[in-house]
């Protein structure tokens, strides 16, 4: 009688995956110890994709980064918050009820998006009067949700638009650039965000911006290969699942 052996190709194949394997359950365990940010499983995942989850959080990362900005601009610019609210909590309470609920926000007479930007940073004499920092929150929400397939939660059903998306995050590049440059009438700021004094640096506006913009272009260039991918994807399935085990038969 003769001791199975096993090839050395084989064993070399096998060695490989059992490493990978390890690789990937130390990964999984470390990111759900360390990073504090897993989400309990809900019935609504179930029908995403992973291409929709992580849109859905990058969506979720986007609109804190936003929300940070706008009490940012706010601490700088009180006289903002006081034209809608009698708080600074009031105010920014009254802008996202506006866009996750409903109804928007009046003085925007229906503006959302791109136009709802253009109106907050509308300096001309007859201009915009409202809250400038609400109306960018509103704008730049709704731009961000019609980037997420014009939803505040993928299902497989839906999908990233990547020209959607890359227009957005050059939106977000240019709002960035109007908050640090326009002026009012008077040859003042119109917003003031960024600061570096003798008081210290804050740079919050211009780190959380440019972190949505860089959100914005992942998902636009995952948007673009996704077509491509799937091909890739169908024939990698396919080596893996009936090409592979051939490798790992032991010869009698």
Same mark, same amino acid.
């Given at each position: ?19 990978? *394997? ?22 609504? $995942? ?6 929709? @989850? ?30 809608? *609210? ?13 866009? !996750? ?13 791109? %136009?709802?930007? @253009? ?8 201009? +915009?009067?409202?809250?400038?920092? =609400?109306?960018?929150? +509103? ?5 961000? #949700?019609? =980037? ?8 497989? !059903? ?23 440059? #326009?002026?009012?009438? %008077? ?20 780190? $959380?911006?440019? /972190?949505?913009? *860089?959100?914005?272009?992942?998902? *636009?260039?995952?948007? %673009?290969? /996704? +077509?491509?991918?799937?091909?890739? %994807? ?17 010869? #009698?």
């Amino acid at each position: 009688m003769h001791d199975s052996l096993v090839s050395p190709l084989a064993a070399r194949w096998a060695c490989l995956l059992a490493g990978m *394997a390890v690789l990937l359950v130390t990964a999984g365990c470390s990111s759900m110890r360390d990073t504090q940010r897993a989400e309990p499983y809900t019935n609504q $995942e179930w029908l995403q994709s992973g291409a929709n @989850r992580i849109a859905n959080l990058s969506l979720r990362d986007n609109l804190q980064s936003v929300r940070r900005v706008q009490s940012t601009l706010y601490k700088r610019n009180p006289r903002e918050w006081r034209k809608s *609210a009698a708080s600074m909590d009031e105010a920014i309470q009254r802008s996202w009820d506006a866009v !996750l609920k409903g109804p928007p926000l009046p003085e925007l007479k229906g503006a959302s998006g791109i %136009d709802a930007i @253009r109106m907050a940073f509308d300096s001309t004499p007859q201009g +915009y009067q409202g809250d400038r920092v =609400a109306a960018l929150v +509103y704008g730049w929400a709704t731009m961000l #949700k019609q =980037a997420n397939g014009d939803t505040w939660d993928q299902t497989m !059903l839906d999908g990233v638009n990547a020209e959607n998306s890359y227009r957005a995050a050059r939106n977000f590049e240019i709002s960035l650039w109007l908050i640090t440059s #326009k002026t009012g009438p %008077d040859g003042q700021p119109l917003l003031l965000a960024t600061e570096i004094s003798d008081r210290g640096r804050n740079l919050v506006a211009d780190r $959380e911006l440019s /972190k949505v913009v *860089a959100r914005l272009d992942l998902l *636009a260039a995952q948007a %673009d290969e /996704k +077509y491509r991918r799937a091909a890739l %994807d169908f024939g990698q399935n396919w080596v893996m699942g009936v090409v592979m085990p051939l490798f790992t038969l032991v010869p #009698k």
